[in-house]
């Protein structure tokens, strides 16, 4: 069998790299485009030296989403057999201070994408969609059936692509398009060679605790513990990034098939984990007391969300392998290794 082509936007960033190096060694071929905003050339030389013998498998192209001249170029050049769009940017608070930078970058990214794949008859697409689609869901698991909603200009993009994609299908039914809602991505690859590495201030909880940990911020800041849950701390479904990244090999196997449309996934693993869950785990993976600094409630938050995964287990085949204790160990595999992220190698390339 040929070995296929993958485009995977935003490739060298947290997700994307992890998926990459999945994809290299199920034996696929991997073309990265990304602008590098929010992401470093170093993760793509770690990505090759993991994957081996399959390294020449992976190319980079520094390029924005936004220009068609050369995304077009690009897939003049080479025949793409599917699509992974996971270019974006993802900070909330920032989304709501700069809805037209989120606008703007998120949503004519991915129009420039789409328009340029039907124009090479590429009809195959597996998009970043988020939980925070779902909004504060009345209830928890989250289904995919649940009524959407949205509460910041971030979460407004998730939704209009999706909407985007639906209305692409209904016009065209040659497209393939499935729409992956990823709950909480942590950790990092085993090999602690890739991991996470936001610039400037973390707005995640475990980048923040991860920093906290090798000394770069005096305290995690805990938002709300007056929550209806266990013990007062926000609740989530924390996903190891390596069954998330496998979850997207199951979403292209998925699209070889006849008939399907455009469908939406939860990727989650179906369990919640309260804020204070997590800091024990991860003090029990690290070794590290973590200071604690009690505030109020961030704004937007829900209260409790985690995934139904019924329907990617049955439909997909997928199902997350690792626990919270894994996706710690691996997170502070990365930390400990590489305290600055990607920065102190970034300045000798
Ligand atoms: P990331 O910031 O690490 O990766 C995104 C990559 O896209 C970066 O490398 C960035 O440089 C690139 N990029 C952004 N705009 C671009 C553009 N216009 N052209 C080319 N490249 C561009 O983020 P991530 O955590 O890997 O997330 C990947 C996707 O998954 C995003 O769409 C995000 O919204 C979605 N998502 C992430 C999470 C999460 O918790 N990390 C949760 C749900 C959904
Ligand atoms: C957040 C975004 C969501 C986005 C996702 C991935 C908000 C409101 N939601 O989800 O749209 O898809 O990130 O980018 O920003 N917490 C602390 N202290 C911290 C950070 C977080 O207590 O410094 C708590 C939060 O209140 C929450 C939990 O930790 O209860 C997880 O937070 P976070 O990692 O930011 O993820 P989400 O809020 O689920």
Redesign the pocket.
């Known amino acids: 069998m040929a070995t296929k082509n993958i485009l995977v936007t935003g490739g060298a960033g947290y997700i994307g790299s992890h998926t990459i190096l999945q994809l290299l060694l199920a034996g696929f071929k991997a073309v990265v485009v990304d602008n590098l905003d929010n992401s470093s050339k170093v993760a793509i030389q770690r990505v090759k030296e993991l994957a081996g013998e399959y390294r020449s498998n992976l190319s980079l192209h520094q390029v924005d989403l936004r220009d068609k001249p050369k995304l077009e170029q690009l897939f003049a050049s080479i025949r793409f057999d599917a699509v992974i769009h996971f270019a974006g940017l993802?900070a909330?608070?920032e989304s709501v201070h700069k809805p037209l930078l989120y606008y703007n970058n998120n949503l004519i990214g991915t129009i420039t994408l789409l328009e340029v794949m039907a124009a090479h008859g590429c009809k195959k697409l597996v998009f970043s969609s988020?939980?925070?689609v779902y909004g504060w869901p009345k209830e928890v698991p989250c289904t995919e059936k649940f009524p959407l909603a949205a509460?910041?200009p971030?979460?407004r993009t998730k939704l209009f692509i999706e909407e985007i994609c639906r209305d692409i299908f209904h016009s065209d039914s040659e497209w393939k398009i499935i729409l992956l809602r990823y709950f909480?991505p942590v950790g990092a690859h085993p090999s602690g060679q890739i991991g996470e590495d936001p610039r400037g201030f973390p707005?995640?909880?475990?980048p923040?605790l991860q920093q906290v940990a090798v000394g770069r911020r005096p305290a995690?800041?805990?938002?709300?513990n007056d929550y209806n849950t266990v013990d007062g701390?926000?609740v989530?479904d924390y996903l190891h990034v390596v069954d998330l990244a496998d979850g997207h090999i199951a979403a292209l196997s998925k699209l070889d098939e006849t008939n399907i449309g455009c469908e939406v996934y939860n990727l989650g693993t179906g369990k919640g984990t309260s804020?204070l869950e997590m800091v024990s785990a991860f003090e029990k993976a690290s070794g590290k007391k973590i200071s604690l600094v009690m505030a109020g409630r961030?704004p937007?938050?829900a209260e409790i969300?985690y995934a139904s995964t019924e329907k990617a287990e049955r439909e997909l085949h997928w199902k997350a392998r690792y626990g919270i204790d894994d996706m710690c160990r691996d997170q502070w595999n990365w930390a400990r290794k590489n305290p600055y992220g990607y920065e102190s190698q970034e300045s000798a390339i």
């Open positions: 993802k909330v608070g988020s939980a925070t509460t910041n971030y979460g909480n707005n995640n909880l475990m923040f995690l800041t805990v938002f709300g701390t926000g989530r804020v961030r937007g938050d969300l």
